[in-house]
Nanobody
Framework: QVQLVESGGGLGQPGGSLRLSCAAS????????MSWYRQAPGNERELVAS????????NYADSVKGRFTISRDNARNTMYLQMNSLKPEDTAVYFC????????????WGQGTRVTVSS
């Protein structure tokens, strides 16, 4: 059974940091491009960052460049999002996504973890 389970969300202070994790099971994550998306209330889901299957290439939304860092540990089937210099506009539900590098019909989502940035 394919599962993506996010953790690490919660309340963060403006200017503070949080680290999200996404644990994958039921498939070999090393052949999947993995990404973090987020959805704020009333907004559409947007791409935050993505990382290639080998971890050598990353891509970030302009709104998080220089503040967030995506990484992965294929040996642990886990992806991370280090979020620094948090802003209130980072408040959203963050979702983990895994998409097969060559077979895009294999596309999986986690259930989401809520991040709230507030003083």
């Amino acid at each position: 059974q394919v599962q993506l389970v996010e953790s690490g969300g919660g309340l963060g202070q403006p200017g503070g940091s949080l680290r999200l994790s996404c644990a994958a099971s039921g498939f070999i994550s090393s052949v999947y491009v993995m990404s973090w998306y987020r959805q704020a209330p009333g907004n559409e889901r947007e791409l935050v960052a993505s990382i290639s299957n080998g971890g050598t290439m990353t891509n970030y939304a302009d709104s998080v460049k220089g503040r967030f860092t995506i990484s992965r540990d294929n040996a642990r089937n886990t992806m991370y999002l280090q979020m620094n210099s948090l802003k209130p506009e980072d408040t959203a539900v963050y979702f983990c996504n895994a998409r097969h590098e060559h077979l895009p019909m294999f596309d999986y989502w986690g259930q989401g973890t809520r991040v709230t940035v507030s003083s």
